[in-house]
Nanobody, 124 residues
């Protein structure tokens, strides 16, 4: 069984930064691609960013491109989402997920294991 635990969320002013972490346990992190998704109140869960198993390939939603950076440290079994120039519309619960397919899909259905989520609130 693979377990994921996000951390690093919080309250930040518009224009500020946060770094989310996703600690993976149960199986080697290098066996999985990782994705980040977010869900705002009353909305569907949306793709944010993904990274393949080696870290060599990344992809981003258009809404965060140029502001967010996804990365991973396989020996530490941890993935990251650096969020800069945050906007009020970035407010959501952020989830990390892993996919044994290895390539970092933008489709939530491709991901087998999910974390519990961490709240990010951006004030204007």
């Amino acid at each position: 069984q693979v377990q994921l635990a996000e951390s690093g969320g919080g309250l930040v002013q518009a224009g500020g930064s946060l770094r989310l972490s996703c600690a993976v346990s149960g199986r080697p992190f290098r066996d999985y691609a990782m994705g980040w998704f977010r869900q705002a109140p009353g909305k569907e869960r949306d793709f944010v960013a993904a990274i393949n198993w080696s870290g060599g390939t990344t992809r981003y939603a258009n809404s965060v491109k140029g502001r967010f950076t996804v990365s991973r440290d396989n020996p530490k079994n941890t993935g990251y989402l650096q969020m800069n120039t945050l906007k009020p519309e970035d407010t959501a619960v952020y989830y990390c997920a892993v996919d044994s397919g290895g390539w970092g899909s933008s489709q939530a259905a491709e991901y087998e294991y999910w974390g519990q989520g961490t709240q990010v609130t951006v004030s204007s």
